[in-house]
């Protein structure tokens, strides 16, 4: 079913309809005369701010309309082509099955038999009664022609919305269209909650906060991955011979939150009220009930209209990837995040931009460690499978070589194209004889990015298992494209028996887990990261949290979503609860830095770290983050220091906060360069300590340049100190959960001699005395990108069962 969104138009202060307390419905709010474009008191602040976002994400006004133009093109141009196909062709003539006589004056007669292209097509009379004559195509057209009138109408009201938005960049924000592009989403947030003193967007609230604009843009994006957090939604199922499959597309997706969120029979009464019967426990057994009949009835929807809806899911499949799969028939086999993994390692009020950065930089780590395994059975048969396709492959490129004629026998392009696609794919499966692969290391460095790993993978890289569990995260587009495929017949049957079993814990999970904020409106409880109500004592929230078993975020969400919210806001002024946690953090930071090793010592080993890590193109901080990582496994292979000494073994977290603690520092000899938390340091001024070697840079740069330079040393940099708190509470986790299990230790000791077997270590060690220096951190670039531009030069992704043997070495 196609994705869309219900349209409501914002109000002014004219509007009688109110996103108001109770009470306060006839509040008045003195309006300035002369403020005729001034945007006071807007009713449905939920939908202007997500707009504001999707204006700034896609690019402006022009882009966003061009978009929306060409989807309404491609959808007539995929009609209006497959009817031609299927009614409009003579495929006897085409196939050659039928002769075709063309006699007439001037005709060559060594041309009476070639077939034309005109030959094949039937005249527009012809094709008019055949399409005629045949109602089932008629009545496909019709729903067709009803569903792109309606797509039509949406663009119409989205260009007079988007217009508004437009406006409102301009007269209000202060931002031009040609410098839209300049500003980073944090800038135009700042300035939004400028513009709240001065023109009260929301009145009930004199001033906004950046939690109080996530929440409205992510309102019911927190609900979904509260769910999949507490494993509520019925999207891994046990299915015979295959096992645990996880199944979540985006048809069944578009489904969850159309029955819980703002279709017909929802439980949100609009888009920012929970509806109140809902609140209350005395009658959740008769909500239940009625929920399970929406689901019910949703479901037999969905069956009804499966045959149009996997019609189109073919026809848009086959337009959009035949030719992608002719031109690299590899691309199948790369990889791409999977919709449940986007959801289960979203932090709560965590923005699509935030997201879709944080795994375009585990993307590489992620395939490294995916191409880690293989199987040595399919190894041996691919080998031989190329071995025989190249022979045949060779013979057939060499005769038509010799002599053109013979691709006018048939079906040869077809075996040859055949060939080389079995080729492509078998060389997939045989593994790079060259390379080190270290599964822990990679896994490791894989939770630096994506911040969310179980603790059983711990220790158990090199099981298939583990793998089998990654491949659920970062599954093949060839699995993606199948699933889709499969969604509209297998989505009915997820609704009728298996959602609809849940319907009293989803009761009682909206009636547990919703509170109601002024200002606004009725969010997600883990939204607000609460550690006291949802906090987990094994994440270094013991003695500060009152949350039983059943309130508790798994996997230290609620820890790690305060503290990638901190980090990439860092003007937020925390709750008491959560400042007291970054406090206690900061002192434990503090503590283990003491019995770390220093900052110098981790970048002078970079270039080893980043060879056991198998990157070959690291920046300055994958450097560092590859030296916290694997700086234990080095102390404990008797690496000597610089200087000859021998270096006391350390662990992880020891290592992960030397550095934390060394930014922290920095960031005390500036502090007059804003409020940060002692996360965020303000190290992204070029006057700071970590940045001072970019000074005569920026100092050259124009006022724009320079703050183009500091949003990216900003985003860069918070992005690595993110990392470095993900390893480091992860460690803290391990310690408080497994006591037994050393902290750091977990790796297996790496031979000396193992390590220098890499080429990339040659790669990087030119650059061993540079980095070894005491001289100030320099982190380097990091260019954020989106998920679906993911590097199109990665390897290619293999399967398996076991890790590499033979063909490359394992650590």
Sequence with gaps: MANFEAYQEYQRIEDFEEDSPPGEEDLLVHVPEGLKDSWHHIKNLDNFFTRIYHFHQKNGFACMMLSEFFELVQFLFVVTFTTFLVNCVEYDVLFANRAVNHTGPGQNPLDRNKVTLPDAILPSQQCTQRIQDNSWIIFLLIMAAIFWIYRLVKVFCNVLSYWEIRQFYIKALKIRMDELCNFTWQEVQGRLISLQREQQMCIHKKELTELDIYHRILRFKNYMVAMINKSLLPVQLQLPLLGNVVFLTQGLKYNFELILFWGPGSLFQNKWNLHPKYKRSGNRLELAQQLSRVILLMGLANLLLCPFILVWQVLYAFFSYTEVIRREPGSLGARRWSLWGRLYLRHFNELNHELYGRLGRGYKPTSKYMNSFTSPLLTVLAKNIAFFSGSVLAVLIALTVYDEDVLTVQHILTAITVLGVVITITRSFIPDEHMVWCPEQLLQCMLAHIHYMPDHWRGNANKSETRDEVAQLFQYKAVFILEELLSPIVTPFILIFLLRNKSLEIIDFFRNFTVEVVGVGDICSFAQMDIRRHGNPTWLSEGQTEASIYQQAENGKTELSLMHFTIKNPRWQPPQESSVFISHLKEKVQHDAQGGPSTQLLLSQAPLCTSLQSNESATGTDNLLASVLAHPILTASGLQGRDHRFIPPSTTASAAASVLASLSTSQLAHPSRGRSHGLLPSSVHPESTMYRSDRTIIDSMTNSDSRIRSNT????????????????????????????????????????????????????????????MPTPVHLGQWQEEEEEEEDENDQEINSGSTPKQGAGSSC
Excluded: K
Aim: net charge negative; no cysteine.
């Design 713 to 772: 040393l900003h985003s860069e940099f918070a992005s690595a100190e993110m990392s470095l708190h993900a390893i480091y509470l992860h460690e803290l986790h391990q310690q408080s959960s497994h006591p037994q299990r050393a902290s750091g230790q977990w790796q297996n000791p790496v031979p000396m001699r193992d390590l220098h077997t890499n080429t990339g270590f040659q790669a990087h060690s030119g650059l061993s005395s540079s980095i070894s």
